[in-house]
């Protein structure tokens, strides 16, 4: 699969829900469901401009998502309540 810019997945990120912060590396995402922060998250590194192939098999992993799910999370085929229905429905986001 192509590269992906990282503010394509920033974009992405904030939209669905996830929390940012940053830390003195990395940008910190994590999942929050009713105003709780849940177990998934993901990081991207303050150096990298673009998304290559192998960070993205790594960040589908750690958002409990295929490699396809993850270009469909990108690109907003797959919006707020889909995703967290999805995480839900997966056992990895409790209520």
């Known amino acids: 699969m192509a590269e992906l810019h990282?503010?394509?997945f920033n974009r992405a990120l904030?939209?669905?829900g996830f929390d940012r912060s940053e830390g003195k590396h990395h940008t910190m995402f994590h999942l929050m469901a009713y105003r709780k922060r849940?177990?998934?998250r993901t990081r991207l590194s303050h150096?990298?401009?673009?998304?290559?192939?192998?960070l993205q098999s790594q960040i589908a992993r750690e958002l409990r998502l295929s490699k396809r799910?993850?270009?469909r999370f990108v690109k907003c085929e797959i919006g707020e309540q889909e995703y967290?229905?999805?995480?839900?429905?997966?056992?990895?986001?409790?209520?």
């Open 38 to 40: 849940t177990s998934v």
């Open 47 to 54: 150096g990298e401009r673009r998304v290559d192939d192998w």
């Open 14 to 16: 904030v939209s669905k």
């Open 6 to 8: 990282v503010s394509e």
């Open 84 to 95: 967290l229905g999805m995480m839900i429905e997966g056992g990895h986001v409790l209520l």
């Open 69 to 71: 799910e993850l270009w």
